[in-house]
């Protein structure tokens, strides 16, 4: 029988697994852009702000994740993304069902549970921003390692992020020059 890490790891090597995480993360995305606007009816300019600095916070995440969860954390989440360093171009993408499972229920939790309706609606447009940053960086990360674009910062972040494949402890960033 196939063990979880097995299973886990197939999953996150599959090409459809891999284009699913996008329309997972889109559709999350405008969901909670949604539970704003529609639900709660919350003035633009407020969602428009933890929108910005939910996408502003992604930067920080995306650090942290590379840093100290593919290089540094669990056997599996270093297995995983050892096998894009091996490979940089294959479809490896974390499964696709992780992001709904950790983001949805606090949210729906301190919203419906709690009957917190303002810290939900602030978690909301947050979330929001926080996943158009994890869509923008996901897709430049593929592209990076997909096309050679000629823009000078297109490609000033491209070798950085060979750098980082030949150099491992180097430039964690993708999206940021850290
Ligand atoms: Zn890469
Ligand atoms: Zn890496």
Redesign the pocket.
Known sequence: MMTPRAWILRIAESKSNYWMTYVMDVGLMVFFLAWDVVHFSVALTSVAVLFVTGAATWTLSEYLFHRWLYHLGFEMARAGHEK?HQN?KSYLAVPWFFSPILFVPPQQLIAGWFGVHGASAFFAGWFAGWFAGLITYSYL?HCL?HYNLKFAWYRHLQSQ?RLH?AFPETNYGVTTRY
């Open positions: 894009h940089p990360h390692h992020h494949h």
